[in-house]
């Protein structure tokens, strides 16, 4: 599948499930890239791995009490995957939706940014935190 492949599917995955239904601003679609990745720090706070990816079981605790964890819970969403790659995969789908709503070739970006980086001296911009 190619890059622009993806993002038809994405987009139209979104359409189909309502969230182009009522306009979006720039400003909410920034801030919503945002919040992912904000959810990504908080994974990686949290102790997980930047290559974990888990299931989190919202009835676990509850029914941990009573005996053993709920399997498989629509409930729950058992099977939806958590994680650092889970957000990051957030971001990048929200990005690609927002592209292809936009007609943004986000493909010819990626590659123009890249060979433009390929130019950087060594180090450049690389900031200690």
């Given at each position: 599948m190619t890059i622009k492949e993806m993002m038809l599917s994405i987009?139209?995955?979104a359409k189909n499930h309502g969230w182009w239904d009522e306009p979006r601003s720039f400003g909410d679609i920034i801030a919503l890239i945002h919040s992912e990745a904000s959810e990504a720090l908080?994974?990686?706070r949290?102790?997980?791995l930047p290559n974990e990816t888990y299931v989190n079981c919202k009835l676990k605790e509850i029914r941990a009490k009573g005996g053993?964890?709920?399997g498989v819970c629509k409930f729950c969403q058992a099977n939806k995957p958590e994680g650092i790659p889970a957000e990051l995969a957030d971001i990048v789908i929200h990005v690609m939706?927002?592209?292809e709503h936009e007609g943004i070739d986000l493909e010819k970006a990626i590659l123009e940014k890249h060979e433009y980086n390929k130019t950087h001296s060594?180090?450049?911009e690389i900031e200690k935190i």
């Open positions: 987009y139209q995955n908080e994974e990686h949290n102790g997980h053993g964890g709920c939706d927002y592209c060594f180090g450049h």
